[in-house]
């Protein structure tokens, strides 16, 4: 499995072959120098870890820095692991991983963490239909109906969709198509909407299912 | 922001046709049929002008057959080789929607008079 860590940068339209709008979300990806390469025999699986992203020099700590050190690479502001199936001998800490990783056309899986949307009723969250608006209804317009049942089993079973906390959470949006790719200005453009709001943290990864 | 609009840049034109809402245009659309490419002229009244960036397009309206017809334009769209404007209309409003109700007479927009349209000519400068 191969991916990238990158930024969102955005979201725009482009044109197409027939003169149609194509979303895309604009992609900041890479340069990602790996950082780390874990392997079954030392770490129990394998693993690539790579670095992105900029920090000030003085927000390092001497273990992370030490970290990066041994890596031979300058300090970065996130470290993120890739699972691999084995390891691959080209891979060594200190190279850098690149956009030119994905090629236009191909399927991506995006990870990141979505928009924190508060709490959110149930209409809202979980979709439900909310009550009707007239025959003699007041307050039923958004509520979320029964619970469950009666004296048996008077309880409320485990999971039972609710309002609460929305968003905010990891979210992996599975097979985007890639519709362009810019090594020299790191950018990635993926068609389709990816979790997350403006400058948030994306990994990009080969898509799992073809 | 700045990757998006770098993004963006790639597919806006650089040529911009100054029309408004109200104004009657001849939009030539390059239309492919196979291997061949010819242009059709869809001519009219425009409506409204919506967006910025790429993202911009512009309404047009006409009477085909007695059939109201309106067409969305995207502004930049490569499909679009030229937009002539015909003919500079006076209206009150941005978007004219109120046309969709109007028939005949009712239904023409006013011609700008010469002398107003130097003047605005004048305070966009």
Redesign the interface.
Known sequence: MEGIIGRKAGMTQIFGKEGEFIPVTVIEAGPCPIAQVKTAQKEGYNALQLAFGQKRKTLFNKPSIGHFEKAKIEPKRFLREFRTDKPDKQLEPGKEIKVDLFTVGEKVDVTGVSKGLGFQGVVRRHKFRGGPKTHGQSDRLRAPGSIGSSSFPSRTFKGQRMAGRMGNERVTVLNLEVVGVDLEKNMLLVRGAVPGKKNAILLVKKSKRR | ????S???G??LKEKKVDFKPGDTIKVHVRIKEGDKERIQIFEGAVIQKRGK???QTFTVRKLSSGVGVERVF?M????LANIEVIKKGKVKRAKLFYLRKMRGKAAKIKEMEKEEGKKEGEVKE
């Open positions: 922001m700045d990757l998006v770098a993004v963006e790639k597919y960036g790429v993202s995207p930049h769209s490569p499909f």
